[in-house]
């Protein structure tokens, strides 16, 4: 073809040599067999492609070769020129940020030889009229070529579809699979109906909080709560490592069963000292590998980064089975994201935009977390984001989860929590009621977060227990009149 480009093609194939499944994730959905115009290069391709279709997530010399075996391609190891070629090929430097830019290239350089190629049909096509035909006819024979390519281009998602085949589809799914919650359940059922039906997939979940409030409480909490019904759960972290996690996870494990090993005690070892304890946290230890929980730091890592992290285990553990991934939380991995006059907010949104094309384009459900500012301790609206409230744009609900003030504790009773989690937006469900919200137990010494009750049901049947107390009243000081 006329349009060629060697050294990008030769980049993006040292790309995927050097970078594994990271680089494959980033250029799947750019690249196909038209992107190489050398045979050698597209043989080198169609291996790699092949190894990571089977389940590596690196490339080595020996997987190349089998692959090349099974392909057919066995002489670009047995030909010393192009063995020697394959060598050089590979050895090329490229930054893994560069090779989707490659990719791109190289795509659009087919796009560029199949236009050319289609205009020049189309002048073929003009010249077989002599201008007795009708306009439309004339208009015709380019628009419909054009329309044509553009609509194989394009993914199939692009193409409008009609309103009435998807009701039929759509009713036809929903009657053969009745769901008792339209997404994935967080475990409190409370929250599930505020924001419209649980953790819905192809959108993010925003959870707000201040410093220290419980945010990554509830997090690992929701996250045991999905993994331990066998749903596939990616727990990403910005601060905390597994070995933080993991004491405040057995303890609200055993919590749960009825068992109150605190946080410290795991942490200290001194649970060793009574066997029943130690035999208890091992039982929990061997439930906790039966899931299919998994945790990552990603700490210092660009939002780029991570997306492809959460492709590559789905490819790799999730498959087609549901799943949730745990973003704890938004914010800039290190001050070199501000540069060229981009702002703070701007880098918050660009995350947040990341998470929520992997979320539709995967369909899986994210819940995320961020950080608020210091309105948030007296107020709780939307503008308490840091950043910026632009995210919200993005996001399928937003709430916050801060502690009760006193006066707050003193109206519902002592027994009806500590924190409480307000929903401020959110696209599917019904939303708290202003000035309503859920009650929360948080039982901080074996994270636990424990669901109560909606504050409004709460106040109202206090209302109607006075309302009878004073009746019951009432009726028996009538009763002690009449005699």
């Not at 009708?134 to 024979?141: L, N």
């Not at 995967?362 to 709780?380: C, K, S």
């Amino acid at each position: 073809m006329d349009h060629e480009d060697l050294v990008s093609e030769s980049a993006v194939i040292a790309g995927l040599y050097q970078y594994g499944i990271d680089a494959y994730l980033d250029v799947t959905d750019i690249l196909n067999e038209k992107c190489f115009s050398e045979g050698t290069n597209l043989a080198i391709y169609q291996c790699m492609k092949k190894v990571f279709q089977d389940g590596a997530e690196v490339l080595d010399m020996s997987l190349l070769r089998s692959a090349a075996c099974t392909l057919g391609f066995e002489y670009i190891f047995i030909n010393k020129t192009e063995a020697q070629y394959l060598k050089s090929v590979l050895n090329t430097k490229v930054a893994l940020e560069n090779v989707k830019t490659f990719a791109g290239k190289l795509r659009k350089l087919v796009v560029l030889e199949e236009l050319k190629k289609l205009t020049l049909n189309i002048h073929d096509k003009l010249d077989e009229h002599n201008g007795t035909e009708p306009f439309t006819t004339i208009i015709s024979s380019v628009e419909n070529p054009l329309f044509e390519y553009i609509k194989g281009l394009n993914n199939s998602d692009d193409v409008p579809v009609s309103f009435g085949q998807e009701a039929k589809t759509y009713l036809e799914i929903v009657e053969q699979s009745p769901v008792e919650i339209c997404g994935i359940s967080t475990g409190f059922s409370i929250m599930d109906s505020v924001i419209g039906g649980g953790m819905r997939p192809g959108s993010c979940c925003l959870l707000g909080g201040r410093s220290k409030n419980g945010k990554s409480i509830t997090s690992l909490n929701i996250g045991w709560n999905v993994a331990s019904r066998n749903i596939h759960t990616l727990y990403l972290d910005l601060e905390m490592t597994a070995r933080d996690h993991l004491p405040r996870l057995i303890s609200r494990v055993l919590f749960d069963e009825g068992h109150k090993i605190p946080i410290i005690d795991i942490e200290r070892g001194t649970y060793t000292k009574s066997s029943y304890q130690k035999r208890l946290v091992h039982e929990v230890k061997d439930r906790i590998i039966e899931s299919p929980f998994k945790y990552l730091n990603v700490a210092g890592k660009k939002i780029e980064h991570i997306s492809s992290i959460i492709k590559r285990w789905l490819m790799t553990d999730v498959k087609d089975n549901a799943s949730l991934v745990i973003f704890d939380y938004i914010r800039m991995s290190d001050l070199s994201e501000l540069k060229n006059n981009i702002q703070e907010r701007q880098v918050l949104q660009h995350m947040i935009v990341t998470l929520n094309d992997v979320a539709m384009k995967y369909q899986i459900p994210i819940f995320v977390l961020t950080q608020l500012n210091r309105d948030a301790i007296t107020n709780e609206h939307t503008g308490i984001i840091v950043g910026s409230d632009a995210i919200l744009y993005t996001v399928a609900n937003f709430s916050i989860i801060k502690f009760k003030s006193a006066e707050e504790i003193a109206m519902s009773g002592i027994d009806n929590g500590n924190r409480k989690i307000v929903n401020l937006a959110t696209r599917f469900g019904s939303g708290n009621e202003p000035g309503d919200f859920i009650n929360y137990q948080l039982h901080g010494a074996y994270a636990k977060l424990q669901e109560l009750n909606l504050n409004s049901n709460l106040m109202a049947k206090k209302q109607e227990d006075k309302k009878q107390k004073e009746n019951k009243n009432k009726e028996e000081n009538l009763n002690l009149g009449t005699l």
